[in-house]
Nanobody
Framework: QVQLVESGGGLVQAGGSLRLSCAAS????????MGWFRQAPGKEREFVAA????????YFADSVKGRFTISRDNAKNTVYLQMNSLKPEDTAVYYC????????????????WGQGTQVTVSS
């Protein structure tokens, strides 16, 4: 069983930065791509970013391109989401997930999910 635990969320002013971390259990972390999603109140969960198993390729939603970066440390079984120039519309619960199969942008492509961490951006 894989467990994913997010941390690093909090309250930040618009224009500020946060770094989210997602720690994974198990020995197979480095074999899988990982993704970050978010869900704002009253909205569907949406793709934010993904990174391949080696870290060689990254993918981002248009809404966060140029502001967010994703990285991973396979030795630490951890994936990160660096969020800069935060906007109030970035307010959401952020989830990390392990990619199973299929396109990186789609929720059903991920087979394990963390419990989420709240990010609130004040204006």
């Amino acid at each position: 069983q894989v467990q994913l635990v997010e941390s690093g969320g909090g309250l930040v002013q618009a224009g500020g930065s946060l770094r989210l971390s997602c720690a994974a259990s198990g020995r197979t972390f480095s074999r899988y791509a990982m993704g970050w999603f978010r869900q704002a109140p009253g909205k569907e969960r949406e793709f934010v970013a993904a990174i391949t198993w080696s870290g060689g390729y990254t993918y981002f939603a248009d809404s966060v391109k140029g502001r967010f970066t994703i990285s991973r440390d396979n030795a630490k079984n951890t994936v990160y989401l660096q969020m800069n120039s935060l906007k109030p519309e970035d307010t959401a619960v952020y989830y990390c997930a392990r990619h199973g199969a299929g396109g990186y942008y789609y929720n059903p492509s991920y087979d394990y999910w963390g419990q989420g961490t709240q990010v609130t951006v004040s204006s």
